[in-house]
């Protein structure tokens, strides 16, 4: 009976969500560059755009930390932060990711923080 | 009594001489000693105060505006037709930057649905998830998770870190907004992190803080027979993933915290918002785009918190049973395995009487943390001093709220009689108590022992 019940309780577990709770993340989209709370700062980078390969689809984040290389994939979520111009933040493509701007990248394997699961770009001018 | 009046009476008494002022001065002061300032108790009364009051520059709502605490921090059609067409909940009404895209009335209206961007904002008209508002209560119990913190119907309703912390922040950028714009500054302002910390202590102080021990000695045959059922792994089935009717699973004997399921409810046939001809698009719950499950709701605060699952497409606690027997769960992901582990290949069959002897089960431990809720409060109110009266009233009309809900709870179901006479004496005495200048404590008392003796008709009471 134990066993039926490990069994059970192991095959129930696989049809629930495994995956973990990533958060409502299409909210995020309007939460302005550090704002985002229990997240900005302490599992994300701020900083400039230093570099961007477009070959590689890399980018690289100076931040008071140092330089750091990041892989932008296709789950990459890249949102326009316009809230500095008074406008609504908009969803962006590989192409807004241009060297010197302010940027704040979420990664998707926190340890090793070379993959984007997102980064919102600042937009200061219209 | 206040320090002022302290000070005027010690004017009064030169005649007894410095060593007499002295002494009345000493005892006064004794007398005003308050209590020691409890951080944690300062922090969740901070809470309190945004939940109900703060709009965050916003168009009016607040948390509180959907959470109502009259209504057991939801809302239902019922309790929504009782609010004046200005209410903020109606903002989609009256503000024309609201008309189109933010709610649907009607199916607010009649079902008590609001409108949830949780596949994202780029296709307002198309994309979008009509769901019920589910309690705050007892998320102590409920919102840590092996798997992540769980919030929200489908487990992911908070950005950022999905913490119930950051949760305020998504309600504010979904639920707050003065346009669609969304534009934090303008539109409406995020809270701070001192108000998130707020927010989250007052939201985990609601409701029980543990779950319960099962089974419970319970007095009334057909609960009793319900909470068999529903504690039995090959019948009801229901304690696997409501473990002690709460809201945490055990997989294989190991506690798998608050799961995400995919039980079928999406698949329900004549779902009632459906039937309106209102679009109301499918629901793929966790995650974009959604793996199709949803979270596990606590069952002690079921019955008085209907409607049922996340579409609010079942009215009775009796009907949330029941779907469980029917084909939209027992061809589900959850229901077809349950029967593939049954000696018998059943997912989960039950006839009527043992449906209603599990809602009763669920109607009597609804009513029993009502009771422990009302009584907790009425003991706070008693302990206040004669100048705490606007505290004492507060606390005496949420007694009231819940133990009307233990009323409407066992009544609903048929269920003791008896208590419920105890039941309706205890909110006659707390309603007393809450208008009675000089004799609240009394009254207040005696709404405290009828409540007792209420209780002692449901349950076998240890001494």
Same mark, same amino acid.
């Given at each position: 009976m134990r066993a039926l019940l490990s069994g059970i309780g192991l095959a129930i577990a696989l049809l629930g969500a495994i995956s973990y709770a990533y958060g409502q993340k299409e909210t995020e989209l309007y939460i302005p560059i550090g704002q985002s709370p229990g997240l900005s700062q302490k599992y994300t980078s701020i900083g400039e755009l230093a570099e961007v390969d477009p070959r590689a689809k890399t980018v690289t984040i100076a931040d008071p930390a140092g330089r750091r290389t990041v892989k932008i994939t296709e789950k990459t979520r890249i949102w326009l932060d316009r809230s500095k111009l008074k406008l609504t933040n908009l969803t962006g493509s590989f192409a807004d990711l241009q060297q010197g701007r302010r940027v704040e990248v979420k990664y998707d394997d926190p340890q090793r923080r070379e993959v984007a699961e997102w980064v919102k770009v600042e937009v200061s001018q219209p | 009594m206040s320090a002022t009046t302290h000070a005027a009476n010690l004017h009064r008494l030169p005649k007894f001489g410095v060593a007499g002022a002295l002494l009345v001065g000493v005892v006064a002061l004794a007398a005003c000693q308050t209590r020691p300032p409890d951080p944690q108790a300062a922090l969740v009364a901070k809470g309190r105060a945004l939940f109900f009051n703060e709009t965050f520059n916003g168009n009016g709502r607040t948390c509180g505006s959907c959470h109502r605490e009259e209504n057991n921090f939801t809302i239902d059609p019922v309790f929504i037709a009782t609010l004046p067409k200005t209410d903020a909940l109606f903002v989609a009404e009256f503000n024309p930057d609201l008309?189109?895209? !933010?709610?649907?009335p009607r199916l607010m209206r009649e079902f008590g649905l609001i409108l949830e961007n949780l596949d994202g904002f780029g296709d307002l008209a198309n994309r979008f998830t009509m769901r019920g508002v589910p309690h705050v209560l007892a998320l102590r119990t409920s919102v840590a998770s092996p798997q992540g913190p769980r919030t929200g119907w489908s487990g992911d309703? /908070?950005? /950022?870190? &999905?913490s119930l912390r950051a949760f305020a922040t998504g309600a504010v950028i979904q639920? !707050? $907004? *003065?346009?669609?714009? *969304?534009? /934090? &500054?303008?539109d409406f302002r995020l809270p701070t992190d001192a108000e998130l910390d707020a927010l989250e202590a007052f939201q985990l102080s609601l409701g029980r803080q543990s779950d319960l021990q099962l089974p419970l000695p319970l007095k009334g045959t057909v609960a009793k027979r319900g909470q068999e059922i529903f504690l039995n792994d090959g019948l009801g089935k229901c304690n696997i993933c409501h473990r002690n009717a709460g809201a945490n699973a055990t997989l294989g004997g190991r506690d798998a915290g608050n799961a995400n399921f995919n039980t079928g409810v999406e698949d329900l046939p004549d779902q009632p918002a459906r039937l309106t001809g209102e679009r109301v698009p499918r629901d793929d719950g !966790?995650? $974009?785009? &959604?793996?199709g499950t949803f979270n596990t709701p606590a069952l002690v605060e079921a019955a008085d918190t209907g409607p049922f699952f996340h579409n609010n497409a079942i009215q009775t606690i009796e009907g949330a049973v029941a779907f469980y027997n029917g084909q939209a769960f027992n061809n589900s992901p959850s229901g077809r395995f349950l029967a593939s582990t049954d000696p018998n290949g059943v997912g989960i069959r039950l006839d009527a009487t043992q449906v209603v002897a599990v809602a009763a089960f669920l109607r009597v431990i609804n009513a029993l943390e009502n009771i422990r809720q009302s009584l907790e409060v009425l003991t706070q109110s008693a302990a206040l001093g004669f100048f705490e009266r606007e505290q004492g009233e507060q606390l005496l009309k949420r007694a009231v709220s819940e133990t009307g809900d233990s009323i409407e709870v066992l009544t609903g179901g048929g269920l003791h009689p008896e208590a419920v006479a105890q039941l309706v004496e205890a909110r006659r005495l707390a309603e007393r108590a809450a208008s009675s200048l000089f004799n609240r404590r009394g009254l207040t008392r005696e709404a405290i022992q009828a409540l007792e003796l209420a209780r002692a008709q449901l349950i076998e009471v240890r001494k």
């Amino acid at each position: 009976m134990r066993a039926l019940l490990s069994g059970i309780g192991l095959a129930i577990a696989l049809l629930g969500a495994i995956s973990y709770a990533y958060g409502q993340k299409e909210t995020e989209l309007y939460i302005p560059i550090g704002q985002s709370p229990g997240l900005s700062q302490k599992y994300t980078s701020i900083g400039e755009l230093a570099e961007v390969d477009p070959r590689a689809k890399t980018v690289t984040i100076a931040d008071p930390a140092g330089r750091r290389t990041v892989k932008i994939t296709e789950k990459t979520r890249i949102w326009l932060d316009r809230s500095k111009l008074k406008l609504t933040n908009l969803t962006g493509s590989f192409a807004d990711l241009q060297q010197g701007r302010r940027v704040e990248v979420k990664y998707d394997d926190p340890q090793r923080r070379e993959v984007a699961e997102w980064v919102k770009v600042e937009v200061s001018q219209p | 009594m206040s320090a002022t009046t302290h000070a005027a009476n010690l004017h009064r008494l030169p005649k007894f001489g410095v060593a007499g002022a002295l002494l009345v001065g000493v005892v006064a002061l004794a007398a005003c000693q308050t209590r020691p300032p409890d951080p944690q108790a300062a922090l969740v009364a901070k809470g309190r105060a945004l939940f109900f009051n703060e709009t965050f520059n916003g168009n009016g709502r607040t948390c509180g505006s959907c959470h109502r605490e009259e209504n057991n921090f939801t809302i239902d059609p019922v309790f929504i037709a009782t609010l004046p067409k200005t209410d903020a909940l109606f903002v989609a009404e009256f503000n024309p930057d609201l008309k189109q895209n !933010f709610e649907n009335p009607r199916l607010m209206r009649e079902f008590g649905l609001i409108l949830e961007n949780l596949d994202g904002f780029g296709d307002l008209a198309n994309r979008f998830t009509m769901r019920g508002v589910p309690h705050v209560l007892a998320l102590r119990t409920s919102v840590a998770s092996p798997q992540g913190p769980r919030t929200g119907w489908s487990g992911d309703g /908070a950005p /950022a870190d &999905g913490s119930l912390r950051a949760f305020a922040t998504g309600a504010v950028i979904q639920h !707050f $907004t *003065r346009t669609l714009n *969304r534009v /934090a &500054g303008v539109d409406f302002r995020l809270p701070t992190d001192a108000e998130l910390d707020a927010l989250e202590a007052f939201q985990l102080s609601l409701g029980r803080q543990s779950d319960l021990q099962l089974p419970l000695p319970l007095k009334g045959t057909v609960a009793k027979r319900g909470q068999e059922i529903f504690l039995n792994d090959g019948l009801g089935k229901c304690n696997i993933c409501h473990r002690n009717a709460g809201a945490n699973a055990t997989l294989g004997g190991r506690d798998a915290g608050n799961a995400n399921f995919n039980t079928g409810v999406e698949d329900l046939p004549d779902q009632p918002a459906r039937l309106t001809g209102e679009r109301v698009p499918r629901d793929d719950g !966790f995650g $974009t785009p &959604g793996n199709g499950t949803f979270n596990t709701p606590a069952l002690v605060e079921a019955a008085d918190t209907g409607p049922f699952f996340h579409n609010n497409a079942i009215q009775t606690i009796e009907g949330a049973v029941a779907f469980y027997n029917g084909q939209a769960f027992n061809n589900s992901p959850s229901g077809r395995f349950l029967a593939s582990t049954d000696p018998n290949g059943v997912g989960i069959r039950l006839d009527a009487t043992q449906v209603v002897a599990v809602a009763a089960f669920l109607r009597v431990i609804n009513a029993l943390e009502n009771i422990r809720q009302s009584l907790e409060v009425l003991t706070q109110s008693a302990a206040l001093g004669f100048f705490e009266r606007e505290q004492g009233e507060q606390l005496l009309k949420r007694a009231v709220s819940e133990t009307g809900d233990s009323i409407e709870v066992l009544t609903g179901g048929g269920l003791h009689p008896e208590a419920v006479a105890q039941l309706v004496e205890a909110r006659r005495l707390a309603e007393r108590a809450a208008s009675s200048l000089f004799n609240r404590r009394g009254l207040t008392r005696e709404a405290i022992q009828a409540l007792e003796l209420a209780r002692a008709q449901l349950i076998e009471v240890r001494k």
